[in-house]
């Protein structure tokens, strides 16, 4: 196989940009940026009731670029609502995957367009859950602190031997 020829700059040979596109970063990396902004590029355009305020959360590629994982979260989801929206929304994907894996094929330029497995992002959810104890905790400390004040202000411990 021949290799092609650089340019020289500054004395050193430098290959051309389609040799080495954004040196130092894996192919399946790129590749997952390109199909999580395709995915979402197309989400609005289908016209599924169901798939109404979906977002894609993130997007893995298995190393041979066949296999595409899109994990996605839908906006509002109510706790007693969630199971069945879920399962809609699941269905929803299901059901445009050719569509999405027919414009991937498009704009992607690979040899073989990834099979697209959709995931529900369950993160999402248990990040703000996180995210509401800690507000607890920081709301319970806060009402805490006068009373943690006042202990801290009491004489000595008579006991200790110390004169307070």
Do not use: W
């Not at 340019?7 to 050193?12: A, D, M, P, T, Y």
């Not at 569509?99 to 040899?111: F, N, S, T």
């Amino acid at each position: 196989m021949k290799r092609r020829k650089g340019v020289k700059v500054k004395g050193r040979e430098v290959l051309p940009a389609l040799a080495e596109p954004e040196r130092g970063i894996p192919r399946h990396t790129r590749v997952e940026g390109q199909v999580h902004a395709e995915v979402m590029a197309v989400l609005p355009g289908l016209e599924d009731p169901r798939l109404v305020e979906v977002t894609v959360t993130r997007v893995r590629m298995t190393d041979d670029l066949q296999l595409a994982r899109v994990y996605v979260h839908a906006a509002g989801l109510d706790e007693d609502q969630g199971a069945a929206r879920e399962k809609g929304i699941m269905l929803g994907l299901e059901s445009a995957a050719g569509r999405l894996r027919r414009r991937l094929g498009q704009v992607l330029q690979l040899r073989y367009t990834p099979q697209l497995r959709f995931y529900y992002d369950h993160g999402v959810s248990a990040a703000r859950r996180v995210d509401e104890l800690l507000s607890e905790i920081d709301a319970d400390d806060a009402a805490r602190a006068p009373e943690l004040a006042d202990a801290d202000a009491s004489p000595a411990d008579p006991d200790s031997g110390q004169d307070g």
